[in-house]
Structure formats: structure tokens, C-alpha cells
């Protein structure tokens, strides 16, 4: 007697078949059987045959139980189906199960062929998988069993065609297992081990067309199916049998270089070793291509990594490709454009033949025409999953023809070009790759010399000398072991194999892909961009039209040789040294010192506008314009943005154009403090010094003196500058500048303390002035001299020269002046006991300070002196005002501070407000605790009065 279950439910008895009743009877035997021996509970059986089981269930179960039982019975079988208490057990006896013995065989099987003996393995795995007639209790549909049958069709049909192939495989029988793997396992094409002896076999068979586009058509159903390639056990073994094969007679060889072919292509060269990782641009990159992929519609992911030549690119775009390779199964092409390089450009159209020769076609399939040539790549890439790696391209142009149309693909290009045609028209995202840090420099550097007993050097440095470009930090580790320390410009430039390129001729493959225009202007912005040039000073220093500049600094950005960073042009040192290397090779010295010229009287100009502003010398009339700069601050800014690129103007021009230099140096002069600022003015000074000494331009000699003076904080040393300075103006009739000199020297006199010699020097001033038409000058020496009488208390002769320098600045326009000189008269009317005078004087200094913003110290000062003088004159509304505005004001200026509050504190006390008297008294003597000098005995004084100076234990 044989129960079936491999297939329909059946009961045989020889031949013949017994009925067994009912199809619900049928397939509760079926699930009984499948759990021969064992007890399957009622809730299982009734899950297995019903998926939605009526209310009388567990009746209609009884009844086909007892009806199964008398078949059996009927039948005389051995058999039975056994009630226990948790549900029902079929126990086979004496009786044959299909299910039972296919498991058996199946283990004999195995044990066979671990044995060795692959005819007796054969033949038990032959015999069990003949048992199978069709899906397993075939009568029964419900999801139950729908879920049952696919386990076991998995773990254990599956299992046991794929033990007869491996079997089958040992004793070379290739065909059949070809025929195996094509009638019972159709529909199980993706599982590894399938695959894994399909490809063994059509191997073993030397079917190698079969056997590549079998593997071809594998890799295709993973893309597809699940974005990556076949597992890499898979591609090991496709290795494997690929290596394996025997040397091809002559006839098969083509046979061979087709398999190759029908390789996926995975061209991406290896990354350098001690890879800084840009965790931002990495991210940027990831972050690009998950947006590809989600969202919007299919487009080719196109990535230009653009930037100057060697700040990484090919190294960012390596990195990041090798992490992602797997994302793309049908494969990686790589080329090198050659876009900057010692040859021309690549011509695309072999690029495409390159391309297309690594993905499979042979070379007499190549079409001759470019265009058809971009036609069959966009084809054979269409649907695929291929990363595109372009390196080093010249221009748009060059990388369009490469790109596929397939929205599965991405293309990443690196170019020292900004690719804005591809930005632009065909959608690429540009992420320009930034130089190192000073962090990154560290990292990089330390890593380069570990092993080395070299140590590493201020980053900072390394970032002035390098510009942060890893390929120049590489070059300088490299040099650092043999010389203990920085190299200059010149030496890094030069440094590396002449056969790989040096950095110089990295920069010279930049510069000869300039048309001639923008070639010049390069050259003449290496000269003098340093640190920096603003628009309007590249424009002079070009000496061409402007619109025709702004098309050369275009094509220098485009090509990041020039970067435009807060609206003015940079250039790092590297490119800078190999830009006049080029500028002395194809500039005469004539043309040379014309565009410096160019530049130093654009300075010119625009400084004359900026001390016009400051300290205006024309008297203004309706015919006069006014300066291009619009007021103070604007002035002030400008000299601040420019003071850098002023002081290495003045130290360049030292040697060709002395005269412009001294002319700058001398507008510059009054305006600027040269000793915080963090230009080394000393050594241009310094230059300037000596050169007018070589040629004994004794005026020039004298206007760099002067400007030391300004700049040396030794006392002697700055007495010295100018009294020399001062004898060379004289010898030189210079009386103008040795006014100026006379009156620096009067400051220097009075500081130290030498109130005659002060006052000596001022009068020897203003008596030169009067010779002079020089009204500014004359103000000034007025000024100063009034000034100094006021300390001196002559204030009757103080309140002329004060008076008169009033008047002059007033005429002028020079508003920050006149309201000093209002200041001024105000502290003189203060002191002689003119209340009145000194509130009308003082009132209108501050007037003059609102209406015409300099500097909050001279806002303070007057503020101040206007509080105590609307005290002093018992005009306490007036105080609460000032005094306010001034602590308004007041930043960390403790006197000035400490003398409003008392102001206010006097004018409260005055007006009975006590409470805020108090309050205020307690801050103003909180300021002055620690202070044991006049202005604590000053609030000390005005306190006690008011009886809120608190009283001693």
C-alpha cells in the first residue's frame, strides 16, 4: 500500500487506486501525512484546511476524520489516524509514505556522496527527486498550506535537485545538469547556487559564448532586481572558471577575448594613500546621489568636480567612487582627458571607443562616425547601472559626447575648468573642492611623516605657502626631511620628477589654455595681486578697456587661477611665483613698470579722494566736485579694505617707481596708524628709505623718515627721523612737508615733556604757513598751537589760533576739525569762566558730531565736556541729555565714563531726585574702587559734597 502526497493526494494499492473520499477529506489526509508521527493540533488542522473556517469547524473535522477512517478501513490498510488529546496523529505502520521515503533517500544521498561514491549518491538522489509528481498535497489551495508548500519546495525539493547537480558535477555529467537546472528549477533563476552550477557546467561543456551571456544576463537580473551586482562569492567563482580554463587553441581564442569582454569594465584607478577625508564633500556627494535617485524625474546624476590644479579633485572623485562601486553592477569606465596636460586634449571620439571596447564590442562593431559612436554607447548603457569617471577635462565640449542617457548611470568629472556649459545646459552639479585647512594640513602632514624625524611645520605657514593644495603639501613633505624647513616659493615650485610634472608645470598647463588677452593680464595681476586687488585696480593695472578686462578676469576664474573672494582678487603664492617667472620671461621691464605705474596712479587718485574726505585741503566752492568717496566712513573703509595691497604696492614700487611711492606714502601719512596694523609698513618704509638713499633723492629721503616717525615706538628713534627729516625738507625747500614735520615734532616735544621746544616748533610752523597757500596746513598749525596755549594758560592768544583754525576748517568742509576746534574753545571758555560761551561752543562741537559721525572718541569727549559745562551753568535738563548720550556712547573709556556719572549724578542731586542721585553715585563708585589716581579724587570730591561719598569705619 503507497500514500502520495509528492503531487495529488493518493492511496495506491499496487496499481490500482483507492478512492478516499471527499476533496476536504482528501487534503486533511495530506496534512496529516506531511506531519507523519507526529500530533497536529485541531487549531493547526483547521488553519490548513479552511482560511476562513465556518462556525461548525471543528463538527465538520469530526466527521471527516470518521470518514477517512472507515477508507482506510474499506481499503485494508495499516495505517491509522489516531485521536489524542490535542489533536490527531497519522501513524504509516507497515504502509509506504512518498514523503517519508523521498527524505530517506535524500539523506542516503548525501551520505554517499560525502563519501566519495557519486554512482550510489547519484543514484539515490535520481530515485527520491523521481518521487516528485508536482507541488506537494496539490488538491489543497488555502494560505496554510500555500505557505507550507513553499518551504518545502525551497529547503527540500529545491535542496535535493541542487544535491543531484552537484553530484552530477563531480562525475562531469554537464548536460545533465544543464537538463535538470532547465526543466526543475525554472523558476528559481536568481538563486546563487543554481547560477553557481549553471556557469560550472557550461564551462565544463567549453559552451563560452553560452557560458558569457549567460553571465551577462545574470548580471542584468541583479541591477534590476536588487541594484547591485551577483554576490562575491559568485563573481570569485566566474573568476575562477575564467582562469582556469586551458591555454585556447587558435580557433577558440576569440572565444576567450569575448569573455573578457562580456566582463563587466571596472576601470577606476587606485586612490592615493593618507586620503584626508572630506567628510563635507563626501556627504555632498552621497546627498547628490540619493536625490537622483528618489524624487523628480529620471535623470542622469552628472557631478564636475571643478577647482584649482592640484587641490584634489581626481583624489575627492576616486574616494567616493571606489565607496560606491557597488551601486553599480553592469560596471565603472574610467578616462583621462588629457584636458591639461604636455599633449593636446583626447579627442572624444577615441574615448568612445575606448568605452565602447570595454563594454563588449569588438572592434570591427566600433562605427567609424563619432556621432554613431555616441548613438551605440547611449544604447548599450540604456537601463544600466555604470558609473562614468572623467578626469582632467578640458572643457564642456570635451565631456558631452561621453555622457550616457541612462537615468540608472552617474558621471563624475574633475576639471581645473568651472564647466558652466555643463551646469548650465545639461543639469551637472558643481562642487568646487576647496583647499585644506590649517586642521587638514595637520592631518595630512602627520601622516606623511610618521615615519620620518621630521618635524611638522606651522600649518599656517604651510597654508600661506601652499594655498592649502594637497598636491603642493605632498611636495613639501617630501622636501622636509633633507631641508629642516620651509622651502621659498621658488624651491616648492620646482620640486618633484620632471616626468610626472612639477607644480610649475601643473600651473603653466592652466596658463597655455589662456588666449593671449587674458595670458597678459595674468602676468601683470602675478606682480601686484598680492595680498589682494579690488575690480576698479585690476582694471587700471590692465590699462585696457573694461569690459574687456572683466572678459580676461572671467576666463582666469574659469580656470581657478585667479579667486574672487568679498569682491577682491586673490592669488596663493604658488601661482603667484609661477606667474612672474612667466612675467619676466615675456614682459620687457619697460611694460612692466607701465602697469605697475597704471596701478600706483589709480592708488593715487583714489587716496587723494579718500584725504580729501578725511581732511579736506580745497576750500569748497560750487566749481569744486566733490571726492568720488561719498563720506568719512566710506573713506576710512576704503583705506582699511586697501591698506594691505597699498603698503606691498608701495613696497614693489620702491625699485622701478620711487616717486609714486613717496607721493602714497606722504597722502597715506596722515591718515593711517602704522603701528597696529598688521602690514609690515616698517619694511616698506624701510625699502623705500633705501632706494631714495641709492639714487639721493633727498625730498623722497625725508618723506620716508617722516613716515617712520609714525611708525617706530622708540622715543629717540622717532625724534631722530624727524629731526633729520626735518633738515632734509629744509635743504630741499620743501616747506610744505617740513611744516608737517615741524608739527609731528612739537607732539613728540610735548609728550616728552619739552613744552618750549613744542611751542617753539609750532610758531616756526605757522610762520611757514603763512608763505604758503596751504589752508589745511595752516589750520592745523593754528590748531595745534591754540591747542597748546590752552594747556599753557595763554588763553587769550589761544582763543585766536583756535579761532582762526575754526574758521578755516569751517571753510573747507572739514567738519571733524571744526568741531575739535569747537571742543577746544569750549575747554578754553570752561577754564576762563565763560559758562555761557563754553555751552554755545561745546553744543556746537557736538551738533557737528551728529550731524556728521567721525569717531565716538571725539563724540565722547564732547559730550562729556558739555554735561559739565550744562552743570557748571546750573542747566540741569540739558546734563540728564548729555550725560545720557554720552554713557550711550561710552564703550570701554573708563574716565570719560566716570566724569558723565558724576555730571549726572550732581544734576539729580540737584533737581531733588535722590533716589537715582544714590543709585547712580553707587555705580560711578563701584568704577573708581580700585583706582587711587585723580579721577577717584575727583568723584571723590564731587560726592562728598553731595554727601554720598560713603563714610570711612
Same mark, same amino acid.
Given at each position: 500500500?503507497?500514500?502520495?502526497? %509528492?503531487?495529488?493526494?493518493?492511496?495506491?494499492?499496487?496499481?490500482?487506486?483507492?478512492?478516499?473520499?471527499?476533496?476536504?477529506?482528501?487534503?486533511?489526509?495530506?496534512?496529516?501525512?506531511?506531519?507523519?508521527?507526529? $500530533?497536529?493540533?485541531?487549531?493547526?488542522?483547521?488553519?490548513?484546511?479552511?482560511?476562513?473556517?465556518?462556525?461548525?469547524a471543528r463538527k465538520d473535522l469530526h466527521a471527516y476524520v470518521s470518514r477517512l477512517r472507515a477508507s482506510l478501513r474499506d481499503a485494508g490498510v495499516s495505517a491509522k489516524i489516531v485521536t489524542q488529546r490535542a489533536g490527531y496523529q497519522f501513524l504509516p505502520e507497515d504502509d509506504d509514505l512518498d514523503y517519508a521515503r523521498f527524505k530517506t533517500l535524500f539523506k542516503n544521498g548525501e551520505r554517499a556522496r560525502e563519501a566519495g561514491r557519486f554512482d550510489d549518491a547519484a543514484a539515490a538522489l535520481k530515485e527520491a527527486m523521481n518521487l516528485w509528481r508536482g507541488p506537494v498535497v496539490e488538491d489543497l489551495g488555502t494560505i496554510w498550506m500555500e505557505q507550507k508548500r513553499e518551504d518545502i519546495d525551497r529547503y527540500e525539493r529545491v535542496a535535493g535537485y541542487q544535491a543531484l547537480c552537484a553530484v552530477e558535477l563531480e562525475r562531469r555529467d554537464y548536460r545533465g545538469v544543464l537538463r535538470i537546472l532547465d526543466e526543475a528549477m525554472v523558476d528559481h533563476e536568481l538563486d546563487t547556487q543554481y547560477i553557481a552550477q549553471r556557469i560550472t557546467a557550461l564551462n565544463g561543456l567549453g559552451h563560452y559564448e553560452a557560458f558569457d551571456a549567460y553571465w551577462k544576463q545574470v548580471y542584468d537580473r541583479f541591477a534590476r532586481s536588487f541594484g547591485t551586482g551577483p554576490g562575491q562569492d559568485l563573481q570569485d567563482l566566474h573568476q575562477q572558471l575564467l582562469q582556469s580554463r586551458d591555454s585556447p587553441a587558435p580557433a577558440d581564442r576569440h572565444r576567450t577575448q569575448a569573455a573578457l569582454r562580456a566582463l563587466p569594465p571596472a576601470q577606476l584607478p587606485s586612490t592615493v594613500s593618507q586620503f584626508v577625508d572630506r567628510a563635507d564633500d563626501v556627504d555632498r556627494l552621497d546627498d547628490l546621489y540619493v536625490r537622483s535617485r528618489v524624487g523628480g524625474p529620471p535623470a542622469t546624476l552628472i557631478v564636475a568636480l571643478t577647482g584649482p590644479a592640484g587641490v584634489g579633485k581626481t583624489e575627492l572623485g576616486l574616494h567616493w567612487a571606489h565607496a560606491v562601486r557597488e551601486r553599480f553592477p553592469h560596471g565603472q569606465l574610467h578616462a583621462d582627458l588629457g584636458g591639461y596636460g604636455t599633449g593636446p586634449p583626447r579627442d572624444p571620439a577615441d574615448v568612445l571607443a575606448e568605452f565602447l571596447d570595454a563594454l563588449g564590442v569588438a572592434a570591427a562593431a566600433i562605427p567609424a562616425s563619432p556621432s554613431a559612436r555616441v548613438r551605440m554607447l547611449r544604447t548599450l548603457l540604456d537601463d544600466h547601472r555604470v558609473l562614468v569617471f572623467l578626469d582632467n577635462a578640458r572643457d564642456s565640449s570635451q565631456v558631452v559626447p561621453l555622457l550616457p542617457g541612462s537615468a540608472h548611470s552617474v558621471v563624475v568629472v574633475t576639471s581645473r575648468h568651472r564647466l558652466s556649459d555643463l551646469v548650465t545646459h545639461h543639469g551637472a552639479f558643481r562642487l568646487e573642492v576647496r583647499p585644506f585647512s590649517e586642521a587638514e594640513i595637520a592631518r595630512l602632514l602627520g601622516g606623511l611623516l610618521r615615519d620620518t624625524d621630521a618635524e611638522p611645520p606651522d600649518p599656517a605657514a604651510v597654508r600661506a605657502l601652499t594655498g592649502g593644495a594637497p598636491q603642493a603639501v605632498r611636495t613639501l613633505a617630501e622636501l622636509l626631511p633633507g631641508t629642516g624647513g620651509l622651502p621659498s616659493p621658488a624651491e616648492l615650485l620646482l620640486a618633484g620628477e620632471l616626468a610626472s610634472g612639477t607644480i610649475l608645470t601643473s600651473v603653466l598647463w592652466s596658463y597655455h589654455a589662456l588666449d593671449a588677452p587674458a595670458a597678459r593680464l595674468f602676468r601683470s595681476l602675478a606682480l601686484h595681486v598680492s595680498p589682494s586687488l579690488a575690480p576698479e585696480a585690476v582694471f587700471a593695472l590692465d590699462g585696457t578697456d573694461e569690459e574687456s578686462t572683466r572678459g580676461a578676469l572671467t576666463r582666469l576664474g574659469s580656470l581657478y587661477l585667479i579667486d574672487r573672494d568679498d569682491g577682491r582678487y586673490r592669488m596663493d603664492a604658488l601661482t603667484r611665483e609661477a606667474g612672474e617667472r612667466l612675467a619676466r620671461a615675456h614682459d620687457s621691464r619697460e611694460n612692466r613698470r607701465e602697469a605697475e605705474a597704471r596701478l600706483l596712479d589709480w592708488y593715487i587718485a583714489r587716496v587723494t579722494d579718500a584725504a580729501e574726505v578725511l581732511a579736506p585741503a580745497l576750500r569748497r566752492t560750487a566749481e569744486l566736485p566733490h571726492a568720488g568717496l561719498p563720506d568719512f566712513e566710506a573713506a576710512e573703509a576704503f583705506l582699511a579694505a586697501e591698506e594691505a595691497s597699498l603698503c606691498a604696492a608701495i613696497h614693489r614700487a620702491a625699485g622701478g617707481n620711487l616717486p609714486r611711492a613717496v607721493t602714497l606714502l606722504r597722502l597715506l601719512r596722515p591718515h593711517l596708524a602704522f603701528d597696529s596694523t598688521g602690514c609690515d609698513w616698517r619694511e616698506a618704509v624701510e625699502t623705500v628709505l633705501l632706494a631714495a638713499r641709492d639714487v639721493q633723492d633727498r625730498d623722497a629721503e625725508g618723506q620716508a623718515l617722516a613716515t617712520l616717525a609714525r611708525i617706530h615706538d622708540d622715543p629717540d628713534k622717532i625724534a631722530e627721523s624727524l629731526e633729520i627729516a626735518n633738515l632734509l625738507f629744509g635743504n630741499t625747500h620743501n616747506s610744505r612737508d617740513r611744516s608737517e614735520v615741524l608739527l609731528l615734532l612739537a607732539r613728540h616735544a610735548e609728550e616728552a615733556g619739552e613744552r618750549?621746544?613744542?611751542?617753539?616748533?609750532?610758531?616756526?610752523?605757522?610762520?611757514?604757513?603763512?608763505?604758503?597757500? @596751504?589752508?589745511?596746513?595752516?589750520?592745523?598749525?593754528?590748531?595745534? =598751537?591754540?591747542?597748546?596755549?590752552?594747556?599753557?594758560?595763554?588763553?587769550? @592768544?589761544?582763543?585766536?589760533? =583756535?579761532?582762526?583754525?575754526?574758521?578755516?576748517?569751517?571753510?573747507?568742509?572739514?567738519?571733524?576739525?571744526?568741531?575739535?576746534?569747537?571742543?577746544?574753545?569750549? =575747554? %578754553?571758555?570752561?577754564?576762563?569762566?565763560?559758562?555761557?560761551?563754553? =555751552?554755545?561752543?561745546?553744543?556746537?562741537?557736538?551738533?557737528?558730531?551728529?550731524?556728521?559721525?567721525?569717531?565716538?572718541?571725539?563724540?565722547?569727549?564732547?559730550?562729556?565736556?558739555?554735561?559739565?559745562?550744562?552743570?557748571?551753568?546750573?542747566?540741569?535738563?540739558? $546734563?540728564?541729555?548729555?550725560?545720557?548720550?554720552?554713557?550711550?556712547?561710552?564703550?570701554?573709556?573708563?574716565?570719560?565714563?566716570?566724569?558723565?556719572? $558724576?555730571?549726572?549724578?550732581?544734576?539729580?542731586?540737584?533737581?531733588?531726585?535722590?533716589?537715582?542721585?544714590?543709585?547712580?553715585?553707587?555705580?560711578?563708585?563701584?568704577?573708581?574702587?580700585?583706582?587711587?589716581?585723580?579721577?577717584?579724587?575727583?568723584?571723590?570730591?564731587?560726592?562728598?559734597?553731595?554727601?554720598?561719598?560713603?563714610?570711612?569705619?
Open positions: 500500500m503507497q500514500f502520495r502526497i %509528492l503531487g495529488h493526494v493518493e492511496l495506491l494499492l499496487g496499481d490500482r487506486e483507492v478512492a478516499l473520499g471527499r476533496a476536504k477529506e482528501r487534503s486533511l489526509l495530506g496534512v496529516l501525512m506531511l506531519n507523519h508521527g507526529k $500530533v497536529v493540533a485541531v487549531r493547526t488542522v483547521t488553519e490548513a484546511l479552511w482560511d476562513d473556517p465556518p462556525d461548525h618750549d621746544r613744542a611751542e617753539s616748533c609750532l610758531r616756526e610752523a605757522l610762520d611757514i604757513q603763512h608763505s604758503l597757500n @596751504e589752508p589745511a596746513q595752516c589750520a592745523a598749525a593754528h590748531g595745534d =598751537l591754540g591747542t597748546h596755549l590752552r594747556r599753557r594758560g595763554k588763553l587769550e @592768544e589761544a582763543e585766536t589760533h =583756535l579761532s582762526q583754525a575754526k574758521t578755516l576748517y569751517a571753510e573747507l568742509g572739514d567738519h571733524r576739525r571744526h568741531a575739535a576746534m569747537a571742543l577746544e574753545l569750549g =575747554l %578754553l571758555s570752561r577754564r576762563a569762566g565763560r559758562s555761557t560761551e563754553a =555751552l554755545r561752543q561745546l553744543t556746537e562741537a557736538v551738533e557737528l558730531h551728529e550731524r556728521y559721525p567721525a569717531g565716538h572718541e571725539e563724540t565722547l569727549a564732547a559730550l562729556v565736556e558739555l554735561s559739565e559745562a550744562a552743570c557748571d551753568a546750573e542747566e540741569h535738563g540739558d $546734563v540728564l541729555l548729555f550725560a545720557r548720550k554720552a554713557l550711550g556712547v561710552s564703550r570701554s573709556d573708563h574716565v570719560p565714563v566716570v566724569r558723565a556719572l $558724576v555730571a549726572l549724578v550732581r544734576s539729580l542731586a540737584a533737581t531733588g531726585r535722590q533716589v537715582e542721585a544714590w543709585n547712580e553715585s553707587r555705580q560711578t563708585i563701584a568704577l573708581v574702587a580700585d583706582v587711587d589716581d585723580p579721577v577717584r579724587g575727583h568723584v571723590r570730591e564731587q560726592l562728598t559734597k553731595l554727601g554720598l561719598w560713603p563714610l570711612s569705619p
